[in-house]
């Protein structure tokens, strides 16, 4: 198989997820971000953090490797025919993520998109809560800051994906319970102004056992809608005490 290699990325701790590895919407993003066409991305380990990352073509495939050890692989793929809620207003979705439920509880509270222990300018903060009956969707208001420009006034294409990522799970992990994000599919329609006072919205779409489908999308000042997301979301196996 011939094998083209990219320039090689690292994870900054600051885009951690659980304490040691990198959230897996960012890390999706980034290597979203270095091939031309849209792609589902599966993780396939825990991104390690500050550390190279080999960026590497086999076919048509995109793998994102620490040696021999392939971290993540993209596949060319799409969200398809996914369809998202109406948005909620800036208000609306104020009032949602006042009662998230992270607040109290959370499994990776240093987590760079939704920790509540990430300051304003450090972390997204996308501390989305349910919008209540009748929706089953959860959502949060998000002002991009100026660490997020990609150089162009808008923010960069990983953090796109990045905004894509929590909500989905948020919407079906109202008890905070573990998961893991196992595979995303994004479509970013626009790519968001810095300070730009959005909505992101999360929603499930099926479960079975221990894996959950959702979507995501976000929302721009003028409620149109700039990306789409569809998660695969995977509860870890028990295991039972000694």
Known sequence: ???????????????????????????????????????????????????????????????LRLGDAVIAEARPGDVGDLSPPAPP?????????????????????????????????DGLRLFAGALGEPSAAVAAPWTPDASLDAGDGRVALEFMWAALDCPGYLAVAGDMRAMLLGELT????????????????????????????????????????????RGLWIEPRATSGA
């Not at 992270?102 to 987590?111: L, N, V």
Request: with cysteine; glycine share 12%.
């Open 1 to 63: 198989m011939n094998e083209r290699p990219h320039e090689p990325v690292i994870v900054s701790r600051r885009f951690r997820g659980p304490t040691s590895s990198g959230n897996g919407g960012y890390v999706c993003g980034l290597v979203a971000a270095r091939v031309p066409f849209p792609v589902t991305v599966r993780l396939l380990k825990p991104p390690p953090l500050e550390i190279g990352l080999d960026v590497v073509e086999a076919g048509e495939r995109i793998e």
């Open 89 to 121: 207003t800036l208000d609306e979705a104020a009032a949602a993520a006042s009662h998230y439920a992270g607040f109290a509880k959370h499994f990776a509270p240093e987590c760079f998109v939704c920790g509540p222990r990430r300051a304003p300018g």
């Open 186 to 229: 994004a479509r970013v329609l626009r790519r968001v102004d810095v300070g730009e006072a959005c909505v992101v919205v999360g929603w499930p779409i099926r479960s079975s056992g221990r894996k959950h489908e959702t979507g995501t999308a976000v929302f721009g000042a003028q409620k149109d809608l700039c990306a789409l997301g």
